[in-house]
């Protein structure tokens, strides 16, 4: 057994309700899931900031998860336009010191 899957049923057995919805989690044998994993399987879902690891519903698991990717892609998009904005302060800085270097 792995360590996430030993890690998952110790948190199932404390509280099998899902840290976000709080349905009750059900944890399948491998042999029992299909092509999609049930929307109520036991997740382990890491704590953003406390490193804490809970249990969620894959549901929600999936959603979190979809929120984190969304806050990335914010943020490489604030990067992204705070680089250029200082490209363009840069090359607006250059011009005004040749100015001021042709001036003398």
């Not at 914010?74 to 005004?96: A, P, S, T």
Request: hydrophobic share 30%; with cysteine; glycine share 0%.
């Amino acid at each position: 057994m792995s360590n996430n899957a030993s890690k998952r049923i110790k948190l199932w057995n404390e509280n099998p309700n899902c840290y976000y919805c709080k349905i009750v989690t059900q944890i399948y044998h491998p042999h029992q899931l299909r092509k999609e994993q049930p929307l109520d399987s036991a997740t382990l879902e890491h704590l953003p900031n406390s490193g804490e690891v809970v249990l969620a519903c894959y549901k929600c698991n999936q959603e979190q998860n979809t929120k984190k990717l969304n806050n990335i892609q914010e943020l490489k998009k604030y990067l992204k336009e705070l680089q250029d904005n200082r490209v363009e302060k840069l090359q607006f800085l250059i011009k005004e010191l040749y100015k001021l270097l042709i001036e003398v």
